[in-house]
């Protein structure tokens, strides 16, 4: 529909992309960027459970955008709350498409990257010709392999998009809904130094740039000076890795941080702070058990039976009443949730360990251990709770289940790596819109991350993809999905989940957590 912007809405229990799924040029846009005439004052201290340090947006999974968003710019920006598509915030100051196959773009002037190059189109061109190479291995890099034909600057300030075929959710992929995928990078100094270096010192057109760095500690960003659409409000943010939350509500209750991320234990206590907000995430996560390498005959993840036994084995009501203290809510989706187009919400499996002893039984499982990885993520830091929880019922049943506790900077490295082996982790996957996404990064084969390999999956994600002209088919197959993934207990749903933060009135004040994946929204806490 010409004349109106892209938005993003919850509708009949699904999210609706408005706007015929065509932004054309000339639409209503959000509101501008403020002005940058107030200088950067003050320290913002940050407090969170765990921090992915990685800095090349072509390698980092979606985690690491929580303090990425300020060192980088994404294609297309987001309106203040995160549920709009605005041409005033990103880099791209118009897009259009006639056919959603072919799209042009027009690349704001005047900004530039932090060590003085200026940003034109021919960036944006590098960046995303960059992710069909093989060293990309971000969340959705595949996708950007599998549908991007070409990404061509015919001037410093025009760049044209062609696609395999025509697929509404490319405006998705360059904004920060979802991944890493849509950050700038700077061409020339990229060519330059390399990829190793560049991951080591990173350049971006954000707010901000990175100060000083305390690995497996502590990461401080400053103004960056780069004209970026967004501008900085503090001189200095400061992220602190704090995996304990009481430690973290210590630190926050004496002063020493501004903002938190909690668990669903904390949010009455500190609800009852003076001068503290505490603000939920709208579009949460699905939270579940994982179950990697289910492709390998030789562990007990391929056997159908040994799943369910795994599967009907955990109580998730118990669960959601004892770890999340009710605020979750039971569900038999995962790894996508009814934030998704197409969703139909699933029953949560019906807790059976008398069942779940005798299918152990009978899938001749011998005994051999079961690693459960244990580590927080940004705005769930219950995970290593529900990693105890899990193996206490498991082990009921005579699985010899063990936790091991890591981080996820470590994890995910053999995560992406295809070297987990067998076991399981409780894993949240942020909701929204296109639900097949989650299955790019972690169910299908071709993805960076992968539970499984399996052809009825990869059959299905295939035709999602080829279904980018049609939101009701694509909504068709996300369901298809979720119900194959369910009937063949692939992975353990248990709740879906909003995240929760606190921190100070005066600092939350006009913020909301967003509606991007892992993200919490840090543009609009940290700049103006």
């Given at each position: 529909m010409r004349g109106e912007s892209w938005r993003v809405l919850r509708l009949a229990g699904a999210v609706a992309i408005v706007g015929a799924l065509v932004a054309m040029a000339g639409g209503q846009a959000a509101a501008g960027p403020a002005s940058s005439s107030q200088a950067p004052s003050g320290t913002l201290n940050?407090?969170?459970?765990s921090l992915l340090e990685s800095f090349d947006p072509a390698v980092a999974q979606p985690v690491a955008k929580v303090h990425l968003d300020l060192l980088y710019d994404h294609v297309v920006g987001l309106n203040k709350t995160g549920n709009r598509f605005s041409k005033e915030t990103g880099l791209a100051s118009n897009w259009t498409t006639k056919d959603q196959q072919t799209w042009k773009f027009t690349i704001r002037r005047g900004?530039?990257?932090s060590n003085g190059d200026p940003l034109t189109a021919r960036d944006v061109a590098f960046t995303l010709g960059r992710l069909k190479t093989p060293t990309a291995r971000s969340a959705y890099s595949s996708w950007f392999k599998l549908n991007l034909v070409s990404a061509k600057a015919t001037s410093a300030g025009k760049l044209t998009v062609r696609l395999t075929a025509p697929n509404f959710g490319l405006l998705y992929y360059l904004s920060s809904?979802?991944?890493?995928?849509?950050?700038?990078?700077?061409s020339n100094y990229l060519r330059r130094v390399g990829d190793a270096a560049f991951a080591q010192a990173p350049v971006g057109s954000g707010p901000y740039k990175i100060g000083s760095r305390q690995a497996g500690q502590s990461l401080t960003y400053?103004?960056?000076?780069?004209?970026?659409?967004?501008?900085?409000?503090y001189e200095r943010v400061v992220f602190r890795i704090i995996p304990e939350t009481s430690s973290r509500i210590a630190l926050y209750r004496t002063g020493q941080l501004d903002v938190i991320d909690i668990g669903t234990s904390s949010i009455r206590t500190l609800g009852g702070v003076a001068n503290t907000r505490v603000a939920k995430k709208r579009v949460g996560n699905q939270v579940g058990i994982g179950f990697f390498e289910q492709w390998k005959s030789t562990t007990p993840m391929n056997n159908r039976?040994?799943?369910?036994?795994?599967?009907?084995?955990?109580d998730v009501n118990a669960i959601n009443k004892a770890i999340f203290r009710g605020f979750g809510d039971p569900t038999g989706n995962y790894p996508s949730g009814c934030a998704s187009i197409g969703c139909k919400d699933l029953a949560p499996y019906r807790y059976n360990p008398s069942q779940?002893?005798?299918?152990?039984?009978?899938?001749?499982?011998?005994?051999?251990?079961?690693?459960i990885y244990a580590f927080p993520l940004p705005g769930?830091?219950?995970?290593?709770?529900?990693?105890t929880a899990v193996q206490g019922y498991w082990s009921a049943i005579g699985v010899n289940a063990k936790v091991v506790t890591t981080d996820f900077s470590s994890f995910v490295g053999k995560w992406v790596g295809y070297t987990v082996g067998t076991g399981a982790a409780p894993v949240a996957f942020a909701q929204r819109a296109l639900g097949i996404a989650q299955y790019d990064s972690a169910f299908w084969s071709k993805g960076v991350s992968t539970f499984t390999h399996d052809t009825t999956i990869d059959r299905l994600v295939d035709q999602g993809h080829a279904a980018g002209d049609s939101p009701k088919r694509y909504g068709q197959i996300t369901a298809q999905l979720n119900k194959y993934v369910y009937d063949n207990y692939l992975s353990l749903?248990?709740?879906?989940?909003?995240?929760?933060?606190?921190g100070k009135e005066s600092v939350l004040a006009g913020w909301t957590p967003g509606n991007g994946q892992y993200d919490m929204n840090i543009r609009t806490l940290a700049g103006r």
């Open positions: 940050l407090g969170l459970s900004v530039k990257f809904l979802f991944g890493t995928e849509g950050s700038v990078v700077p400053v103004p960056s000076n780069t004209n970026s659409p967004s501008k900085p409000k039976r040994f799943r369910q036994a795994l599967a009907i084995s955990v779940a002893r005798q299918l152990l039984q009978q899938s001749g499982y011998s005994g051999a251990e079961v690693p769930v830091p219950e995970l290593p709770a529900l990693a749903p248990v709740v879906s989940l909003g995240s929760f933060y606190a």
